[in-house]
Every structure is written in C-alpha cells, then in structure tokens.
C-alpha cells in the first residue's frame, strides 16, 4: 500500500553546515570557518578487498589478527573561499598538526558531528570557480589515543530513547 501523505523531511540547508579548525592539544580550541566553507566530504578507506582470500583461509583454521594489506585512511576534504599564501597553506607548509570538526545542524535536537581529534592537511589545491578563489583541502587523520579513534561521529536524530537501554546483569 502506498502512504496516505508523503512523509516530512527537514532538509539541510549549507547555512547548517559549520566547519571548525585549530591546533592539536588546543585543549577543544576550535574557530569556525562557517563562513567561507563551500563544500566537505569525509571518506574512511579501509582498502578491503572480497578476494583477499580472508575466508579461505578462516575455513582452512587459519585467523589473521589485522588487515595488513594496503593503506588505510580517514579522510575530510573541504573546499572553502581562500588563497595561496592564507592560513590554511601556512599550516601545510609548517606541517602542523591540527585538530578540525564538521558539524551539520537541522535543529537543536537534530544534528551530526564528525570530529578528527588529530590530523594533518595532507593536500591542498587551489583552484577558481569562476567567482573567487577555492582551496581544496583534504586533512588525513592520526590515531589519537586519548580518544581510542582518529574520528568521532555524533549523531542525534531527536527521537525520544533513541539509545537502547542497556539492563544491568544482562
């Protein structure tokens, strides 16, 4: 059966959308960059492969501890208003180490935060969208030990429970 109504959808507007960046162990020290964000995208690569043979060898009683097998990375890429020589390429050419968060609000109750704890910008380009200066920057994450992660995403939908209970001695 079809729905009666179509269902509401509340949509994410890029006013929504926050980018923050600033120095690892700035102690939670971010400064947004709201204002020139043009574009982000997070990407995790794990570089799985189905034929890697991993089953075969599980079947065979042969259990391998890791993936040892190429590269892995997370990644975030924003695109945002700037120029050669502006903060962002000063950090790349010092090769600080940074600390940045993406955050997508559709309200106070709804709303997703990715947080890289500690990264570097492992890229930058820069380039022109017909209008003004772009930089392309993409910041690869480092595995940060005080968090047990090189990422976290918070995600809150504004369902009430949301969280399933957890039953002490279960």
Known sequence: ?????SASADVLRGIQADFKTGYYGSAGSVTSKKSILMSAEFGINNNLDVAD?????????????SLRFGNRAVTLTVRVQGHQGDEFWQDYNADAIKQVELRLDVSASRYMIISIPKC????IKQSFNGIRDMNEITYKAFYETAESSPFIVTIRNGVADYLLPITPGM
């Open 1 to 5: 059966t079809f729905p009666d109504a």
């Open 120 to 123: 570097k910008i492992a890229s």
């Open 53 to 65: 043979g991993r089953l075969m060898l599980a079947s065979a009683g042969i259990y391998l501890s």
